[in-house]
């Protein structure tokens, strides 16, 4: 079975704070994705990697950056986190590109900036 | 997404009934992921389509992609209170098949 965790279930942080939310997959998975989750907004997709030091820009991906230092972890980053920025966040891994490959899902992050 | 509209948005029904939920995209899919939310958790990956006209099942939930692959339907038999959740559909426009655009979901309630 493939395992994506997150670090953290919850997290409450202030802002101006600096915040680093972990994902890790277990299946060697080139492929790895942050996204956000709002009410009435869906999923919205911020970064993505698909390989060690590669990464792409998603739809959102002002006030976030990426690391990927290592293929089975990529970590999202909140440089100064704002009140906007409160949501749940969602990692994901998938094989390869080039084809149809199924995107499998942490369980989120569910962040709150007070 | 308004590339990918899913419908309805939220669903009630009794323990027992069938439903059906819809995905419509304005544009050509490559492929079309279905996955189920239970509240508050992360997403679990139910069924790919990706050929015009496929259809696949799982226990008593069965998806179809119409020929022209610009729709999908959901299909939930019997519904048990376990089906509660709220049920995502997730398109690949670019057949690059590392880039999804999701619908807005539909959250689904099961009365017993």
């Known amino acids: 079975d493939v395992k994506v965790t997150q670090s953290s279930r919850y997290l409450v942080k202030r802002t101006g704070e600096k915040v680093f939310l972990e994902c890790v997959q277990d299946?060697?998975?080139?492929?790895m994705f942050w996204y956000r989750q709002d009410p009435g907004l869906g999923l919205r997709l911020i970064y993505f990697?698909?390989?060690?030091?590669?990464?792409e820009k998603g739809d959102i991906p002002e006030g976030y950056s990426v690391s990927r230092e290592k293929k089975e972890r990529f970590s999202l980053i909140l440089e100064s986190a704002s009140t906007n920025q409160t949501s749940m966040y969602l990692c994901?891994?998938?094989?390869?590109?080039?084809?149809?490959?199924?995107?499998?899902f942490g369980p989120g992050t569910r962040l709150l900036v007070l | 997404s308004q590339e990918l509209e899913q419908s309805p948005q939220s669903l009630i029904v009794q323990e027992g009934k069938n439903l059906t939920i819809n995905c419509t995209s304005s544009?050509?899919?490559?492929?079309l992921y279905w996955y189920k939310q239970k509240y508050g958790e992360g997403l679990i990956f139910l069924m790919m389509l990706q050929k015009g006209g496929e259809e696949k099942s799982h226990e008593k939930i069965t998806a179809k992609l119409d020929e022209k692959k610009q729709q999908s339907s959901l299909h939930i038999t019997a519904s048990q209170p376990s089906h509660a959740g709220i049920y995502l559909c997730g398109a690949d426009f670019s057949n690059a098949g590392n880039m999804l655009t999701f619908g807005g979901g539909t959250r689904l309630m099961v009365k017993p």
């Open positions: 544009k050509t899919l490559y492929g």
């Open positions: 299946m060697d998975h080139e492929n």
């Open positions: 994901a891994s998938s094989l390869s590109a080039g084809g149809q490959e199924t995107q499998y």
């Open positions: 990697s698909y390989d060690v030091k590669m990464k």
